[in-house]
């Protein structure tokens, strides 16, 4: 439940649609990407007790309904505030087409020419795009806000929560379904090959290294079972569980 990435990024505020949908891939793996290391840590390190499969089967469920409402929460908190924020500065913008329409029109046109445009070409592009949606015009202008862009908080909570169970059913369907000897082996070579499936999903999305981008995806989730199995054995044979 490390990012709480929501596809949206103050900095970038004039995506294309592409790009949006891109946003919410990215998102979605590392959703997914979370869903898969922290529900397979938790099996792999209670099936590393030594414990029977009602415990297992116990552990996932709560490891995988636990995650999802904590990825759900921590998403609906950052993009509500990100709304919050965006909200006010609509309705401030809104406010002043209202009562300074013609100081509006002049940032406007100032705005236009600030890009390179000569003032009376600004002054008739600012003129049409206040006749047309003023409002539209001066968020992306002014605010680099796409009221098209708005992402509702809650679903981007719903999306994350369920990124995080479609990632976290892979080692539950797998520690479940394998049988005993070979649960843990099986788990951990599953949960490599879909961490290296979605590390090379989201290299791609980024734009970045392929190789390097999903070694280090690969790296960390083997790393994190290693660990919760290291620690499971230990409380298995010390007797604590
Ligand atoms: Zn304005």
Redesign the pocket.
């Known amino acids: 439940m490390s990012d709480k990435d929501t596809g949206q990024h103050p900095d970038e505020p004039h995506q294309s649609g592409l790009a949006r949908r891109l946003n919410w891939l990215r998102a979605g793996v590392l959703g997914a990407n979370d869903g898969i290391i922290s529900v397979a840590a938790v099996l792999v390190g209670v099936a590393g007790t030594g414990t029977g499969t009602a415990s297992i089967l116990a552990s996932g469920i709560a490891a995988l309904v636990g995650g999802a409402l904590s990825m759900a929460v921590g998403e609906y908190v950052s993009v509500s505030s990100q709304s919050d924020s965006e909200k006010a500065l609509i309705a401030k ?1 809104r406010q ?2 209202a009562t300074l329409p013609s100081e ?1 029109l002049d ?2 046109t100032a705005l236009y020419e600030a890009q390179g445009i000569s003032h009376a070409t600004a002054r008739q592009v600012a003129v049409e795009l206040t006749a047309k949606d003023a409002l539209r015009a ?1 968020l992306s202008a ?1 605010l680099g806000i796409d009221l098209d862009d708005i992402v509702s908080p809650w679903h981007a909570a719903g999306a994350s929560a369920l990124a995080f169970l479609i990632g976290g059913l892979l080692p539950f369907i797998v520690t479940l379904a394998v049988p005993a000897p070979w649960k843990i082996p099986v788990t951990f070579a599953a949960v490599l090959a879909a961490l290296a499936l979605t590390g090379t999903i989201s290299a791609r999305v980024g734009g970045s290294s392929k190789r390097l981008g999903t070694l280090r995806v690969v790296l960390g989730g083997a790393i994190a079972l290693a660990a919760t199995f290291a620690i499971g054995a230990l409380l298995g044979t010390t007797g604590v569980a």
């Open positions: 913008e002043e087409l509006e940032e406007l001066h002014e």
